[in-house]
């Protein structure tokens, strides 16, 4: 049976997430997943380029123009439930997800965060922020994490980390990139490809 779990990226910027899922799912390390959905918050983001050239279906959902927060995730939640979801990954994905859209996916949703939770994450803690803050706090080692969502920003069950240098002389770009290249661009495919084996085979359990 070619049973595959169904997997939506929710993204807001450059994508270099959702190209290392894309290109997990095309070498076939996410062998039980199937990337069939991209959202992105925020118009012409290359992460939607990426999805056109990967022939995936890609939406635009603005907040203002879907008057606010509520009808942002409405219209994500059509989406996703059109689409028969199993698993969302939020992917450089910018924005706070309300307590009543986390719950309602509850366990299916996770996202990749810059820095070995709990350092350096929470509220505010986005983009560059974190890799200021560990340079600032002058650790030897930092990283990424990926966990679940709930409803505490970057507060969810961890699900996979993995530490990276800091080295003498880092700017926060060249440790973002560090991080991005040895850590979120590794663990999170792997982490996509596991959950989506567990989909698959808690589905057929359940035939
Ligand atoms: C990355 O540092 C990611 O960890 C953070 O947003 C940045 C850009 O991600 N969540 P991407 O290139 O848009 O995937």
């Not at 056109?52 to 008057?67: L, N, Q, V, Y």
């Not at 059109?82 to 698993?87: A, E």
């Amino acid at each position: 049976m070619t049973d595959k779990a169904r997997i939506a990226v929710m993204v807001s910027g450059t994508g270099t997430n959702l190209q290392a899922l894309i290109d997990a799912q095309n070498s076939g390390l996410i062998e039980k997943g199937e990337i069939v959905l991209v959202i992105s918050n925020r118009e012409g983001a290359y992460a939607l380029e990426r999805a056109h050239k990967a022939g995936i279906e890609a939406f635009t959902i603005s907040r203002k123009a879907s008057g606010g927060q509520e009808g942002f995730e409405e219209a994500c939640c059509e989406l996703i439930d059109s689409r028969n979801i199993d698993l969302i990954v939020l992917a450089g994905f910018l924005m706070i997800l309300s307590k009543d859209f986390v719950t309602r996916y509850d366990h299916k949703i996770i996202n990749i965060h810059p820095s070995l939770i709990p350092s350096f994450c929470g509220d505010g803690f986005y983009g560059l922020k974190p890799h200021i803050a560990a340079l600032e706090r002058g650790v030897k080692v930092t990283g990424a994490t990926v966990h679940y969502v709930n409803e505490i920003a970057d507060g969810g069950e961890i699900i996979a980390q993995k530490a990276v240098n800091v080295e003498e002389g880092d700017t926060p770009e060249i440790l973002q990139r560090r991080v991005m290249e040895q850590a979120e661009w590794l663990i999170l495919p792997v982490a996509v490809a596991k959950i989506c084996r567990k989909i698959v085979k808690e589905r057929h359990g359940k035939l």
